[in-house]
């Protein structure tokens, strides 16, 4: 998955590890978009694939999140990200005509999916690179659960995940980056839950100007997303749909973002907005511990998002 992961397990077998490495590698080999034997990269290359379960099943829920969010999250954004450099390290920064042609196949609602296979329309590629990290955390998760682990915390790529609390009875404490610095806004205390991030840091680079050009990209412009927020935590119980919507509110921006989690309410959110001010959902008030930075709350304004 091209991410380095970490793992601290406490309980399980002796052969934890390499359990946990299979079912990783799996699914690597279904939902790769480069894997030539990967379920996307057949779909993208013939246009109609056989889909395994876990295939089907992570489409399926992506294509609803991209319903869900009136394609902020667009799995067909694939050709996009490529255009701009993103999956080869080469970039570059498309035309306007470039990005317009391209925007033809972008579109979520074309995607096919009937019982096991999965169909698209000539021109589009998808990539459950959106959800794909999320879901291989709950699929971590079970492997561990199964194997009899009762306390964990685990990275992947920065996508936290956790079993239980600590095996002190204490729940976990996960920091928040600072999109801005090197250093943390803060952060939370969790038990099963996920934390993960999108942020316009992971992944970007400076034109001859100077300008910035980060990875997340806006279906509806086929551009780097520029809504005011540069960065997007979502805590859950659901790594699935927090890798989603992590992506997805960030795309939104604030206003979008409040209202959405206003008719849901089923995760929580940190988001960071371009004057540095930190705005938290209702049921972080009390959770989220700010960094000390010499401010009382790193020298940034802390606003709870009102229920709309």
């Known amino acids: ?35 030539e034997n990967s379920d996307i990269f057949h779909l993208n290359q013939e246009k109609t694939a056989e889909l395994s379960a876990d295939t089907r099943y992570l489409m399926q829920e992506a294509l609803a999140l991209g319903v869900e969010t009136d394609g902020a999250l667009d799995i067909s954004i694939y050709p996009v ?4 450099g993103f999956t080869t390290g080469n970039y570059r920064v498309p035309s306007e005509s470039e990005r317009e042609s391209l925007l033809k196949s972008v579109d979520y609602r074309l995607v096919g999916l009937e019982a096991d296979t999965a169909s698209i329309e000539p021109g589009m590629m998808v990539d459950l690179g959106g959800v794909g990290k999320g879901f291989t955390g709950d699929e971590v998760v079970k492997t561990m659960k199964e194997d009899g682990v009762t306390s964990a915390l685990f990275s992947l790529g920065g996508n936290i995940q956790t079993i239980g609390t ?19 806004l803060g952060g939370v205390r969790v038990q099963d839950e996920a934390v993960i991030t999108s942020g316009g840091y992971e992944r970007y680079f400076t034109d001859d100007d100077g300008t910035i050009y980060w990875h997340i990209m806006d279906p509806s412009t086929g551009a780097p997303a520029h809504s005011g927020l540069i ?11 927090c890798d989603g919507l992590s992506t997805a509110l960030f795309v939104m921006g604030r206003e979008k973002a409040a209202a959405h989690w206003a008719a849901h309410q089923d995760y929580e959110a940190v988001l960071v907005d371009e004057s540095g001010t930190i705005w938290l959902t209702p049921g972080l008030k009390d959770r989220f511990i700010p960094v000390d930075q010499g401010g009382d709350a790193g020298d940034s304004d802390i606003v709870i998002l009102e229920q709309i």
């Not at 990200?81 to 701009?84: A, D, F, L, N, Y």
């Not at 600590?166 to 943390?184: F, Q």
Request: glycine share 12%; charged share 30%.
């Open 231 to 241: 960065s997007v935590t979502i805590i859950g119980p659901c790594g699935l749909r």
């Open 1 to 35: 998955m091209d991410t380095v992961m970490q793992f601290d397990a406490y309980g399980g077998s002796a052969n934890l590890q390499e359990k946990v490495k299979r079912r990783v590698e799996e699914l690597e080999g279904e939902l790769s978009t480069t894997q």
């Open 166 to 184: 600590k095996p002190d009875g204490e729940k976990w404490y996960v920091g928040i980056k600072d999109p801005e610095s090197d250093g943390y």
């Open 81 to 84: 990200v490529q255009s701009w």
